[in-house]
């Protein structure tokens, strides 16, 4: 099966800054304190879209992508609200985070 002309080159790219988004990703286990829980974030999203591209460019079967295209809408709903909490003031864009961990976390444990 060929490849779409689109994706060419892409596994390559994503072969080149691999070992960066690594770094990346070690480094971001190691955040867990308030001050920089909203860093972590934005660093989880951009890790997951990396992840996401990655897998897609270098897969061989048409199909496979397809069907992980549902994907997208998760990962664009995390930028957007990343988008959205930076235009936040940084005091409330903290206390939001904070409280939506607790509640999320709280809900998960009632359940």
């Known amino acids: 099966m060929k490849k779409t002309k689109k994706l060419i080159g892409f596994p390559e790219f994503y072969e080149n800054i691999k070992p960066e988004m690594d770094a990346l990703r070690i480094f971001y286990t190691r955040i867990r304190t308030n001050k920089t829980q909203f860093k972590g974030i ?25 069907f992980q295209l549902e994907t997208l809408r998760s990962l664009c709903e995390d ?5 959205y909490l930076l235009n936040l003031p940084t005091k409330e864009r903290n206390s939001y985070v904070k409280f939506s961990t607790q509640f999320n976390l709280h809900k998960s444990l009632i359940t």
């Open 42 to 66: 934005v660093k989880a999203a951009y890790l997951k879209c990396f992840d996401f591209n990655y897998y897609i460019s270098i897969s061989k079967e048409k199909e496979i992508i397809f």
């Open 79 to 83: 930028l957007i609200s990343i988008k």
